[in-house]
């Protein structure tokens, strides 16, 4: 696909935007936070997610058509170690010494606030699709992963092993796409010493997940965006059977 601009929502590294400005196009960093000092546009992407859906005044109406929006959206209540949490068998309750009462209190905080963030998910994906904008969705890919059992929109984009384009974990990834289809090319570039992402001691905490979800490398990111969205050589490009 041509793409005229990109628009990396929660995302302050900078790491897709400077990929996709490597590449000639035009892209901003949007995130409340700025960590890494990358963020251009730090707002309260829920808010304006409310806002658009509530058909008010918003970022999006700013974002075109021939844009993009490449949205990796926190994944805290979503992914499968979540399931810990609501079975009680979390390691954590245990030591904080909860009760058994506090216990519950906390399944039914985190049940609620899955909630919340679920519904912001699906409200992004109907502006987007009332609207005609071109959207992708980042999120981890697993068996119990939340939103494979629960989601009206499949992932058109399972990457199960990152390591494949340059990047220094495996950790499976699903990308969803609206409004647009994945270029389907494939890179090869297996040369990182593979990371674990528990032993990325250089990642910093906030928000809603780790930064380190922001940890993707540079070449990954390259390589992605040459592969399923513009669908270009990536100087990595082995050939495909489609």
Do not use: W
């Not at 919340?116 to 904008?133: I, P, W």
């Not at 090869?188 to 910093?204: C, E, I, P, Y």
């Amino acid at each position: 696909m041509t793409v005229n601009f990109a628009h990396c929502f929660f995302e302050q590294s900078g790491t897709f935007k400077h990929a996709f400005q490597n590449l000639g196009i035009l892209s901003l960093d949007y995130d409340i936070q700025n960590d890494f000092g990358e963020t251009d546009l730090q707002m309260d992407l829920f808010a304006q997610i409310e806002l658009a859906f509530d058909g008010k005044p918003s970022i999006f109406d700013h974002i075109r058509q021939n844009d993009l929006i490449l949205a990796f959206f926190p994944c805290i209540y979503f992914c499968e170690a979540n399931m810990m949490f609501f079975c009680g068998t979390n390691i954590n309750y245990k030591k904080r010494g909860l009760s058994a009462s506090q216990v519950i209190e906390e399944i039914i905080d985190r049940d609620t606030n899955r909630h919340k963030y679920y519904v912001l998910l699906l409200k992004l994906f109907h502006v987007c699709e009332v609207r005609q904008l071109r959207l992708i969705v980042e999120n981890p890919y697993n068996a119990h992963h939340y939103l494979r059992f629960n989601f009206p929109y499949k992932p058109a984009v399972i990457d199960m092993n990152r390591r494949l384009r340059g990047d220094y974990v495996k950790k499976p990834t699903q990308y969803f796409f609206l409004n647009c289809e994945p270029s389907g090319k494939v890179s090869l570039q297996l040369d990182k010493v593979q990371q674990f992402t528990r032993n990325r001691h250089s990642a910093k905490i906030g928000g809603l997940c780790s930064s380190d979800r922001s940890m993707i490398s540079d070449d990954y990111a390259h390589n992605f965006i040459c592969d399923h969205i513009l669908g270009i050589d990536s100087g990595h490009t082995q050939p495909t059977l489609f």
